[in-house]
Nanobody, 124 residues
């Protein structure tokens, strides 16, 4: 079992920044690929960013490329998402997820563990 707890969400104006964190506990964090997904009201959950075990492989959805950066600190069992130049369409609940594979990218079904989510609201 892996327990995931997100933090860092909040209300920010368009153009602003937020840094989300995901604290992991339980099994060895460094043996899990990690990802960020988001879900806006009335919409399906969508992929945001993903990172491999070691952090050597990273991917971002086209909608966030150049604005969001995913990273991880395996020594601190923590995943991050730095979000810059935020837009109102980034408003959603953001979830971190863990996959037992070396890298899972946007493959939703490969993520076995999910956090409870943190709300990000971007005002125009």
């Amino acid at each position: 079992q892996v327990q995931l707890v997100e933090s860092g969400g909040g209300l920010v104006q368009a153009g602003g920044s937020l840094r989300l964190s995901c604290a992991a506990s339980g099994r060895t964090f460094s043996k899990y690929a990690m990802g960020w997904f988001r879900q806006a009201p009335g919409k399906e959950r969508e992929f945001v960013s993903a990172i491999s075990w070691s952090g050597g492989v990273i991917s971002h959805a086209d909608s966030v490329k150049g604005r969001f950066t995913i990273s991880r600190d395996n020594a601190k069992n923590t995943l991050f998402l730095q979000m810059n130049s935020l837009k109102p369409e980034d408003t959603a609940v953001y979830y971190c997820a863990a996959s037992p594979k070396p890298y899972s990218g946007s493959k939703y079904d490969e993520y076995d563990y999910w956090g409870q989510g943190t709300q990000v609201t971007v005002s125009s």
